[in-house]
């Protein structure tokens, strides 16, 4: 029999022709379906409104006469224009805050919009903002305080919780898809003694909006990040115990980093207002885009979700001066982030999954691709988790933008990034922990030609959705 010579297209072939390497385990825990979405969304906006924005009151007392609420040019249709128009996917209403008035006409009281001037006690402030958020195409979410200093039942346990979840039933029965139930511990000192029901609220919230995410010091599906200036922890696992949490009572500095060993996914929502205030006040003026800017580095870019209150004015309108800051925040983050300079490099890795031979599925050039669904996987048992990229010319950048497949869990513990300088060897430009959905490093402008990306320490195998270059010439 004639021998028959094996060629190097015959082996492409064959690799061709071989089976796919199927994805690598996730590593526990890992997000909910609804936690996915809510993370991808990135930002929402925060909107206070009610008596406060008309007596200049940040915590009313309850005992506001409803008919200073009347707010004339009310147009829950500019709120949400406003929010698409700046990149924010899902607006938040305080549909009752701490001084009990209710943005809708509860029938478990008649301190709410029935009693007051506006649309003749026939108004409806959720409906009207549920209405124009869904006709926008973006989300709806609900805050409802469990501090009430209005209602008469507020002191009494069970009589109180029965009251609070019957309107918590008419906010998720009447208005549509919820996104989002923002729940808090806020009371002010010596106030009534209460026992709130949180695990009785959450499986009524699971109950009736079943794709809702549940906010608190404690999750359920998204935790409060320890601070109101928006600033998430440099290292911020979205991994957390829950048992180790008790909403109103859990240490800040384990919020702002969560917790390496966590059992639960619970990842950091940030919340921040845009003025000194959370309620509207007119000797008060919004922070500047720039302002916004070094937020969203220390919340999107630190794993964290972005929640920006910008509080209606007392007209019912967002003021001008903040629709203009929103404007360039946005301008701002579009001329960073829409050009990506690591697309013009030539990629390569330390390994592959599956091998070098059979990479198409889990090769370095997915770190291009926008998303977390298409990912670099090095191969199985190694300890050199590099990506290496080399341009043609010099390219000059000083914003570093890294994201996981979190839908596989949370991996990198620690990162590098360093330069290839000529005639000194490498040099690292700088280093970091956490990464998470999405991370984002600032750095003073760098030139060069060659780089990589190295993956220091990691939960099992690190995976790398997406890197960017970008440069910032804006930031404070």
Same mark, same amino acid.
């Given at each position: 029999?004639?021998?028959?010579?094996?060629?190097?297209?015959?082996?492409?072939?064959?690799?061709?022709?071989?089976?796919?390497?199927?994805?690598?385990?996730?590593?526990?825990?890992?997000?909910?379906?609804?936690?996915?979405?809510? $993370?991808?969304?990135?930002?929402?906006?925060?909107?206070?409104?009610?008596?406060?924005?008309?007596?200049?009151?940040?915590?009313?007392?309850?005992?506001?006469?409803?008919?200073?609420?009347?707010?004339?040019?009310?147009?829950?249709? $500019?709120?949400?224009?406003?929010?698409?128009?700046?990149?924010?996917?899902?607006?938040?209403?305080?549909?009752?805050?701490?001084?009990?008035?209710?943005?809708?006409?509860?029938?478990?009281?008649?301190?709410?919009?029935?009693?007051?001037?506006?649309?003749?006690?026939?108004?409806?402030?959720?409906?009207?903002?549920?209405?124009?958020?869904?006709?926008?195409?973006?989300?709806?979410?609900?805050?409802?305080?469990?501090?009430?200093?209005?209602?008469?039942?507020?002191?009494?346990?069970?009589?109180?919780?029965?009251?609070?979840?019957?309107?918590?039933?008419?906010?998720?029965?009447?208005?549509?898809?919820?996104?989002?139930?923002?729940?808090?511990?806020?009371?002010?000192?010596?106030?009534?003694?209460?026992?709130?029901?949180?695990?009785?609220?959450?499986?009524?919230?699971?109950?009736? $909006?079943?794709?809702?995410?549940?906010?608190?010091?404690?999750?359920?599906?998204?935790?409060?990040?320890?601070?109101?200036?928006?600033?998430?922890?440099?290292?911020?696992?979205?991994?957390?115990?829950?048992?180790?949490?008790?909403?109103?009572?859990?240490?800040?500095?384990?919020?702002?980093?969560?917790?390496?060993?966590?059992?639960?996914?619970?990842?950091?929502?940030?919340?921040?207002?845009?003025?000194?205030?959370?309620?509207?006040h007119a000797r008060q003026a919004p922070k500047s885009a720039r302002t916004l800017?070094?937020?969203?580095?220390?919340?999107?870019?630190?794993?964290?979700?972005?929640?920006?209150?910008?509080?209606?004015?007392?007209?019912?309108?967002?003021?001008?001066?903040?629709?203009?800051?929103?404007?360039?925040?946005?301008?701002?983050?579009?001329?960073?982030?829409?050009?990506?300079?690591?697309?013009?490099?030539?990629?390569?890795?330390?390994?592959?999954?599956?091998?070098?031979?059979?990479?198409?599925?889990?090769?370095?050039?997915?770190?291009?691709?926008?998303?977390?669904?298409?990912?670099?996987?090095?191969?199985?048992?190694?300890?050199?988790?590099?990506?290496?990229?080399?341009?043609?010319?010099?390219?000059?950048?000083?914003?570093? $933008?890294?994201?996981?497949?979190?839908?596989?869990?949370?991996?990198?513990?620690?990162?590098?990034?360093?330069?290839?300088?000529?005639?000194?060897?490498?040099?690292?430009?700088?280093?970091?922990?956490t990464v998470g959905y999405q991370r984002l490093l600032q750095f003073p402008m760098?030139?060069?030609?060659?780089?990589?990306?190295?993956?220091?320490?990691?939960?099992?195998?690190?995976?790398?959705?997406?890197?960017?270059?970008?440069?910032?010439?804006?930031?404070?």
């Amino acid at each position: 029999m004639e021998k028959k010579t094996t060629t190097s297209s015959d082996c492409l072939v064959r690799s061709a022709d071989s089976p796919q390497k199927p994805p690598p385990l996730p590593i526990l825990p890992i997000p909910t379906s609804r936690q996915l979405e809510w $993370q991808s969304a990135s930002m929402a906006l925060f909107l206070h409104f009610g008596p406060n924005t008309f007596t200049d009151s940040e915590w009313g007392s309850g005992r506001a006469d409803p008919s200073v609420f009347n707010p004339t040019h009310l147009d829950a249709a $500019q709120w949400v224009g406003v929010a698409k128009q700046a990149g924010f996917s899902c607006v938040i209403l305080t549909a009752k805050h701490h001084d009990g008035f209710c943005l809708w006409p509860s029938e478990y009281t008649d301190y709410s919009v029935r009693s007051s001037p506006w649309r003749g006690g026939r108004g409806d402030v959720v409906a009207e903002l549920s209405s124009a958020a869904r006709d926008a195409g973006i989300g709806f979410g609900l805050y409802l305080s469990p501090w009430d200093r209005h209602e008469p039942s507020y002191g009494r346990t069970v009589e109180y919780n029965e009251f609070y979840m019957g309107q918590m039933t008419e906010l998720l029965t009447r208005y549509g898809e919820i996104k989002e139930v923002f729940l808090d511990d806020a009371k002010g000192q010596g106030e009534k003694d209460m026992e709130y029901y949180f695990e009785s609220w959450f499986s009524l919230i699971r109950q009736l $909006q079943p794709g809702a995410v549940i906010f608190s010091d404690a999750g359920p599906d998204n935790r409060w990040i320890g601070n109101e200036n928006g600033t998430a922890g440099s290292t911020c696992w979205s991994l957390f115990n829950r048992s180790s949490a008790k909403i109103g009572g859990t240490d800040p500095q384990y919020l702002r980093s969560g917790d390496p060993v966590g059992h639960d996914w619970v990842p950091g929502e940030c919340d921040v207002s845009i003025r000194p205030g959370w309620f509207w006040h007119a000797r008060q003026a919004p922070k500047s885009a720039r302002t916004l800017l070094d937020i969203y580095y220390k919340s999107i870019g630190r794993n964290g979700h972005l929640l920006l209150n910008v509080p209606p004015n007392s007209s019912g309108l967002i003021s001008e001066e903040d629709i203009q800051v929103l404007q360039e925040f946005n301008e701002l983050r579009r001329s960073i982030f829409d050009e990506n300079l690591a697309k013009s490099a030539l990629l390569s890795a330390s390994s592959n999954r599956g091998g070098m031979m059979n990479n198409s599925r889990f090769g370095p050039e997915n770190v291009l691709k926008e998303g977390i669904y298409s990912y670099w996987a090095p191969e199985e048992n190694q300890s050199d988790w590099t990506l290496h990229l080399r341009f043609q010319e010099k390219v000059k950048f000083n914003v570093l $933008q890294v994201q996981e497949p979190i839908q596989l869990g949370q991996r990198v513990i620690q990162f590098h990034l360093e330069t290839l300088n000529n005639g000194e060897g490498w040099r690292q430009v700088i280093n970091g922990t956490t990464v998470g959905y999405q991370r984002l490093l600032q750095f003073p402008m760098l030139e060069t030609q060659e780089l990589r990306f190295v993956v220091d320490k990691s939960r099992g195998d690190p995976l790398i959705s997406y890197l960017g270059l970008h440069v910032d010439t804006f930031s404070i």
